[in-house]
């Protein structure tokens, strides 16, 4: 009976890469950049540890990567409206529910960098500057005060948006954990962003 050669698992470099980014995004939300390890996301990608400092670098680098493209990811899903805030504090709101990781992967970068550089500033820096552009086109146009330097506008519109996603705890004690809660509280967060940027 002939012999045939059992056929090698095709590799798949780039499915490989996507299955460490989503364990890197898993890991570096549950524990923060100090915290995470290598070789869990390793074991959770299935992948050879190796192949994750060849394809992203170290785990800092990684961590940029994973947090830049969970950012774009957002630029792109919920761009700000300046023309309809109630509806862009919705879709964020929306968007955060869905995706509690990015909130966590910010607050994680904050408490390993403070007020240091970030590792991909320069990008960070761009991605921002889009976004306040259009504030500041909303405010050239009429439709969003000028009172508020523009970058200071986003500041306080995102955190609007955010705070209650990121500390749910004091979202329960202060405003009420049902769901009619919730409900009210939004409307609340809506119309104090309304005000925020009313002329």
Not at 127 to 137: I, P
């Given at each position: 009976?002939?012999?045939y050669?059992?056929?090698m698992?095709?590799?798949?470099p780039e499915?490989?890469?996507a299955r460490?980014?989503?364990a890197a995004?898993t890991?570096?939300?549950r524990?923060?950049?100090?915290g995470?390890?290598i ?12 192949l994750?400092?060849a ?11 994973v947090l830049?493209?969970k ?10 409206d ?16 869905a ?32 976004k306040?552009?259009?504030?500041e086109?909303?405010q050239?146009?009429g439709?969003?005060t ?8 986003l500041?306080?519109?995102t955190?609007?948006?955010n705070?209650?996603?990121v ?12 769901e009619?809660?919730?409900?009210r509280?939004r409307a ?12």
């Amino acid at each position: 009976m002939p012999r045939y050669p059992v056929p090698m698992a095709v590799r798949d470099p780039e499915a490989t890469k996507a299955r460490i980014f989503e364990a890197a995004v898993t890991e570096f939300a549950r524990h923060g950049i100090a915290g995470a390890r290598i070789d869990r996301i390793a074991a959770d990608a299935k992948a050879n540890k190796q192949l994750i400092y060849a394809y992203f670098g170290n785990k800092a680098e990684l961590f940029a990567i994973v947090l830049e493209r969970k950012m774009l990811d957002l630029a792109e899903s919920v761009p700000v409206d300046p023309d309809d805030i109630e509806g862009w504090i919705d879709r964020l709101m929306d968007y955060h529910a869905a995706h509690p990781e990015l909130l966590r992967l910010l607050f994680w970068e904050g408490l390993e960098y403070g007020t240091d550089e970030l590792p991909h500033e320069t990008g960070r820096r761009e991605h921002y500057d889009r976004k306040v552009a259009l504030l500041e086109d909303g405010q050239a146009r009429g439709v969003v005060t000028d009172a508020i330097p523009a970058g200071d506008l986003l500041i306080l519109l995102t955190a609007l948006a955010n705070w209650t996603a990121v500390v749910p705890q004091m979202r329960r004690i202060l405003a009420g954990g049902e769901e009619a809660d919730h409900t009210r509280l939004r409307a609340s967060v809506k119309e104090a962003a309304r005000r925020l940027v009313a002329r």
